[in-house]
């Protein structure tokens, strides 16, 4: 199979335009007809389930929480990125567009990136009208900080609390349509499989988290906005029950997986405190805005931070990286932090830190303003360490955060299922190998509000199916697998919880598939977690039943999932040899321990098909084409 | 350190229900208080029983979904955090710390500490929005708003929805919740069209769900994770009287 990443032709400038008038569409008349699936209550899915709604299109939305506002978008800080150019500092599309692309260290699909940051603007205005109270002057309008990676002020927040704003504005979004009957909320529901009909997404299997039981739901598209799957590290800063399960499962039916190893490890998180750590929290990008990064001079240096004098501090971010200094994109900060550990200048109690200094910005500024600008984020950090940043440096450490990879989507953010959507995070198409802050946020609500309106219409006007009802095999046989899978764990009773098997794998991954990969590493991990995955099937222990509330058992399918992906997590990484943005192989390096990107074999998005569990699956390569920037070795120095 | 736990357990909804006592051994301080479950919760896996279902998901403050009354206080001891914010530094070895789901009539138990707080969204759904199509707005910079203003909108859109303020409530009252909803819209620019609609409709779904009025306890600003004030309750009521006054319907 040839990919077709549908990419329409035309000047960069041009393509969304001239693309967006040869869409078809579908008669507003004939719209309710049409009954859209939608997976998922982030800002992709709650934006692109609103505005479907809108249009006039039959919508049923689905989520595994207890409402659609609890979707992880929530816990999103820092803020959102346009090109606005309100601060006047030259900021434009074009520039917006060049940094995305370079920050995502020219692994993205350029035109993709040229039309996000064409959209970006419409986002701030929608959400600003949806009554998002961002952040402002004192003259009304709208305020914007920098932000990771970029040397202009583009980025509007609403305190630390951007994401949980522009969520509860897509969510008041979506309610207004449930309380016009065009969409329907399904809560507490998991999505455990795609049901494939003729080769057409016409539905999906859930579980009812609340009483167990199976249903089926027929739609003419399926519109997955799941998330990330970096939960499969055990440790990140996702949501507890952030998993990979939709997106693997689609994966499983027919969906191209793309560049799974492009995950992101976030530098400014809370370090672990113990073996029974469940999560980890994460410290908005933003505070590295005032907070100065630095570690002891002297290995073993034991005393209090405050009483280690300037000169014996290593600003060891300002020392390397003199114009971008404190402001370095994710990946180069991160990996700098891991060198200066590696080296044994690692502060904390378990030497696995780094400080965050904000003494200096107290005193420039004032305790008021930084309070004014961070309070929720130095509230957040006491209530987990029990320690005052506002006089002692915070300890902060590398988590994973986010994940570039996802299902393989074309321009129109259609998986290699026909009429199978993927948007958000869960797809792969925007941020390459790296994405920088301020960035996902974007994506999420570009995808939603701005292009699946447009390219769905298009799906839907070009399609002719025949009726498919939940009567129809494809159904049953969904159903049926799905519930022996359930059956077959249930029936283990071994001697290991789930978490404990995910633990396991976790930890692997983090240490040879984490901030950096060596083949000798990744090789080994290779072969053990097969090993992992038969033990599951063999000692896993489930409590309770298949009919009713049982987290368990939810834990359990999501673990069993974790450890098929890893595989092709891990495979991923192998292959690429090179070094790119997030994706770190200690083999590929330049002299000062930068990634050191191979071009000539490896401009490509690797979209893998799953070809049955434990074969190996068969790579297919789309081919980046840039016909407007230059590849360049990032260089932040 | 080593605590007594004392734990609502039911089955489901139509169940009884009872408090069940555990150990929990060995605790860190520096655990959250979901870690603490969760260790009891392996332990309780690895001997066969059922593990403590409580809802959960962000960790962080932020999502709403945690829900539990500890020591009869929502969201436990400490002021302005959610359950899973708490950690146990703030309790002391040998408690005893009674933990059980939100009591509230209008959130039925689903099991054991998990609730169901759909009222909420049915309330959000009578009115808590701006009625904006997507591809609408104006430029975002022509709706000017003061500084002042915007923060306290942001006060009050800071509500995370938890339910805590129901739970705390003894009229189970679930004023603070709308206040906040009404404040944020009633101190921007893009509310006001809707503004009189807004709060007559959520007043009333507020009511016909059966959730209480407010007689002024404070308990709920009192355990408000995000420290929502009183003051926005009054914010609803001005304008819950001046639609009232104004209205035509």
């Not at chain 1, 040229?114 to 600003?128: E, F, G, T, W």
């Not at chain 1, 494809?474 to 249930?490: C, H, M």
Request: hydrophobic share 40%; charged share 25%; proline share 4%.
């Amino acid at each position: 199979m040839i990919l077709n990443s549908k990419v329409p032709e035309g000047l960069l400038e041009k393509k969304w335009d001239n693309h967006r008038f040869n869409l078809k569409l579908v008669n507003p008349a004939n719209k309710r007809k049409f009954e859209i699936l939608v997976v998922g209550t982030g800002l992709a899915g709650s934006s692109a389930a609103a505005s479907l709604a809108e249009l006039g299109y039959s919508v049923k939305v689905f989520c595994l929480q207890d409402s659609p506002r609890r979707a992880h978008s929530i816990a999103a800080q820092g803020g959102i990125n346009a090109a606005k150019n309100y601060p006047n500092d030259g900021d434009s599309i074009y520039r917006l567009f060049y940094d995305t692309i370079k920050g995502g260290d020219f692994r993205a699909r350029e035109a993709n990136v040229y039309r996000l940051a064409q959209v970006s603007n419409a986002i701030i205005d929608h959400c600003v009208a949806l009554g998002v109270p961002f952040a402002r002057e004192y003259g009304g309008t709208l305020a914007n900080r920098s932000f990771g990676g970029a040397q202009v002020s583009r980025t509007f927040y609403a305190r630390g609390q951007t994401g949980q704003q522009l969520l509860l504005g897509a969510y008041s979004a979506l309610m207004r349509q449930v309380a016009s009957g065009r969409a329907q909320v399904f809560p507490r529901r998991e999505m455990l499989d795609v049901v494939v009909v003729d080769g057409v997404a016409r539905g999906i299997t859930v579980r009812n988290l609340v009483t167990g039981a199976l249903e089926s739901h027929v739609g003419h598209a399926v519109l997955l906005c799941t998330g990330g799957y970096g939960n499969v590290f055990y440790l990140s800063t996702n949501a507890a029950n952030s998993n990979v399960t939709a997106t693997w499962r689609a994966h499983k039916r027919g969906a191209f997986f793309a560049n799974p190893c492009f995950t992101q490890i976030h530098p400014t998180c809370i370090p672990m405190s113990g073996d029974y750590q469940s999560k980890l929290t994460l410290m908005s990008e933003s505070l590295r805005n005032d907070g100065r990064v630095w570690v002891p001079k002297k290995k073993g240096d034991l005393r209090p931070p405050n009483q280690i004098p300037g000169e014996e501090r290593d600003y060891y971010l300002e020392r390397k990286y003199p114009s971008f200094g404190n402001l370095v994109p994710r990946d180069v900060a991160s990996r700098a932090a891991k060198q200066m550990i590696d080296e044994g200048l690692g502060v904390g109690p378990t030497g696995l830190a780094v400080y965050l200094d904000f003494a200096d910005a107290v005193k420039r500024l004032g305790v008021d303003v930084i309070r004014e600008k961070y309070a929720n984020l130095f509230d957040m950090y006491y209530h987990i360490t029990g320690e005052d940043p506002y006089k002692v440096p915070m300890r902060i450490y590398p988590a994973v955060h986010y994940t570039m990879g996802g299902l393989w989507v074309d321009y129109n953010l259609m998986t290699t299922i026909p009429g199978l959507f993927c948007l958000g995070e869960a797809n792969f198409s925007d941020h390459g190998a790296n994405r920088l802050g301020a960035s996902a946020l974007m994506q999420g609500l570009a995808d939603g509000y701005f292009i699946v309106p447009y390219t769905l219409g298009d799906y839907l006007a070009g399609s002719n199916w025949g009726k498919v009802e939940v009567a129809h095999p494809a159904f049953k046989e969904s159903e049926k697998a799905v519930s022996e899978q359930t059956k077959k764990i249930l029936s283990i009773r071994g001697k290991r919880t789930p978490t404990d098997f995910h633990k396991q794998l976790g930890l692997l991954l983090w240490n040879q598939c984490g901030m950096s990969r060596s083949e000798k590493g990744l090789k080994e991990v290779l072969t053990k977690i097969p090993q992992i995955r038969e033990e599951f099937w063999k000692n896993v222990t489930i409590t309770g039943e298949e009919g009713e509330f049982n987290q368990v058992l939810e834990k359990a399918g999501r673990v069993a999932d974790y450890l098929e992906f890893a595989e092709l997590l891990v495979r991923d990484a192998l292959h690429r040899k090179e070094s790119c943005g997030g994706h770190f192989r200690e083999e590929y390096q330049t002299p000062d321990n930068e990634a050191k990107r191979d071009d000539a074999n490896f401009c490509y998005v690797a979209a893998w098909e799953f070809k049955g569990l434990g074969k190996e699956p068969l790579l297919h390569k789309e081919p980046l084409q840039f016909e407007s920037v230059h590849l360049t070795q990032r260089n932040y120095q | 350190m080593n605590l007594i736990l004392k734990v609502w357990r039911q089955k489901n909804a139509s169940s009884e229900g009872r408090l069940v006592t555990y150990e929990a051994k060995g605790v860190s301080p520096d655990m959250s208080f979901l870690e603490m479950l969760d260790v009891v919760n392996e332990g309780l896996i690895l001997k066969g029983e059922d593990p403590i279902a409580f809802d959960h998901d962000c960790r962080e403050g932020i999502c709403g979904m945690c829900s539990l009354m500890i020591k009869g206080c929502a969201h436990g001891p400490e002021r302005g955090m959610a359950s899973c914010e708490l950690h146990m530094r703030s309790f002391k070895d040998g408690d005893t710390l009674t933990i059980e789901p939100f009591r509230a009539k209008l959130f039925p138990v689903v099991k054991d500490l998990v609730v169901d707080r759909s009222a909420f969204d049915r309330i959000m759904a009578a009115g808590g929005y701006v009625s904006v199509n997507t591809g609408s707005a104006v430029e975002a910079n022509t709706l000017l708003v003061p500084k002042e203003k915007s923060e306290l909108a942001m006060d009050a859109a800071a509500c995370i929805g938890c339910g805590a303020c129901v739970a705390a409530c003894p009229n189970a009252s679930a004023m603070l919740f709308v206040s906040a909803k009404i404040s944020q819209y009633a101190l921007l620019p893009q509310g006001d069209p809707e503004r009189r609609k807004r709060v007559l409709s959520m007043r009333r779904a507020m009511d016909e769900e059966g959730f209480g009025n407010c007689s002024n306890e404070a308990e709920c600003e009192a355990v408000c994770p995000k420290e929502i004030k009183l003051s926005n309750i009054a914010r609803l009521n001005w304008e819950f009287l001046r639609a009232s006054l104004l209205s035509k319907e």
